[in-house]
T-cell receptor, first 114, second 115 residues
Framework: EAQVTQNPRYLITVTGKKLTVTCSQNMNHEYMSWYRQDPGLGLRQIYYSMNVEVTDKGDVPEGYKVSRKEKRNFPLILESPSPNQTSLYFC?????????????FGEGSRLTVL | AQKITQTQPGMFVQEKEAVTLDCTYDTSDPSYGLFWYKQPSSGEMIFLIYQGSYDQQNATEGRYSLNFQKARKSANLVISASQLGDSAMYFCAMRERGGGNKLTFGTGTQLKVEL
C-alpha cells in the first residue's frame, strides 16, 4: 500500500530536549516536505527536499533541521524544542519538480513542548 | 497578499443539502493545481479533489465538485447531499509550477452538518 509514515504520532516533551520526527514514503517520490499546522493559520511549509541531499527552507524553518540521505526518508529534527513549536506536523511527498499534482500526506504527528 | 483565501471560518448545513465552500487564489504562474483537502477531528489530511489550471472542465469526484472560475480566480468546493460524516475542516490549497512544488494552504473552513 502506497503511504507516508510518520513517527511518533503523539509526543510530549520538555523545552530543550532534542527530538526527531521520522518520515518515510514507499512511492519512490523525489519530493518530500514538512508542514506545521496551527489554529487559524492553516498549514505552513517548514522545509522541503527535491531529491537526495537537496533540501531547502520553506516559510517557517526557524528552529528546525532536516536531512535527506536516502530517497525514502526525510526526518525533521528539533535540536532545542521550545513551547512555540507545539503543533501538528505533517510530512508529505510527491513526484518531482514542476509537478502540480497531488501531495501525499502522512497521518500527522502531534507535538507538545512543555 | 494571501495566495489562498478562504473567507468562511465556519459553515453549517443541514443533512442532505448541498453546500459551497469558497476559495479564491492569487498567482501569476500560468501552470498551477488547485486542491481541496478534508481534515476530520482525527487529524489526517484526506485528499478530495484536484483541478489543473489548464483543465477545461470542472473536476468532479463523487459528491464533490470544484467550481473553477479561472478569470475570477476562484475554486469553490461544492458538496452535494451532505452527510453527518462530512463534518470536518476543509482546506483549499494551490501548487504552482514555479513555486518549488510547495502546496500553499488557506486557513480552512470548519463545516458542521446538522440533522
Amino acid at each position: 500500500e502506497a503511504q507516508v509514515t510518520q513517527n511518533p504520532r503523539y509526543l510530549i516533551t520538555v523545552t530543550g530536549k532534542k527530538l526527531t520526527v521520522t518520515c518515510s514514503q514507499n512511492m519512490n517520490h523525489e519530493y518530500m516536505s514538512w508542514y506545521r499546522q496551527d489554529p487559524g493559520l492553516g498549514l505552513r511549509q517548514i522545509y522541503y527536499s527535491m531529491n537526495v541531499e537537496v533540501t531547502d527552507k520553506g516559510d517557517v524553518p526557524e528552529g528546525y533541521k532536516v536531512s535527506r540521505k536516502e530517497k525514502r526518508n526525510f526526518p525533521l529534527i528539533l535540536e532545542s524544542p521550545s513551547p512555540n513549536q507545539t503543533s501538528l506536523y505533517f510530512c508529505a511527498s510527491s513526484l518531482s519538480r514542476g509537478n502540480t499534482g497531488e501531495l501525499f500526506f502522512g497521518e500527522g504527528s502531534r507535538l507538545t513542548v512543555l | 497578499a494571501q495566495k489562498i483565501t478562504q473567507t468562511q471560518p465556519g459553515m453549517f448545513v443541514q443533512e442532505k443539502e448541498a453546500v459551497t465552500l469558497d476559495c479564491t487564489y492569487d498567482t501569476s504562474d500560468p501552470s498551477y493545481g488547485l486542491f481541496w483537502y478534508k481534515q476530520p477531528s482525527s487529524g489526517e489530511m484526506i485528499f478530495l479533489i484536484y483541478q489543473g489550471s489548464y483543465d477545461q472542465q470542472n473536476a468532479t469526484e463523487g459528491r464533490y465538485s470544484l467550481n473553477f472560475q479561472k478569470a475570477r480566480k476562484s475554486a469553490n468546493l461544492v458538496i452535494s447531499a451532505s452527510q453527518l460524516g462530512d463534518s470536518a475542516m476543509y482546506f483549499c490549497a494551490m501548487r504552482e509550477r514555479g513555486g518549488g512544488n510547495k502546496l500553499t494552504f488557506g486557513t480552512g473552513t470548519q463545516l458542521k452538518v446538522e440533522l
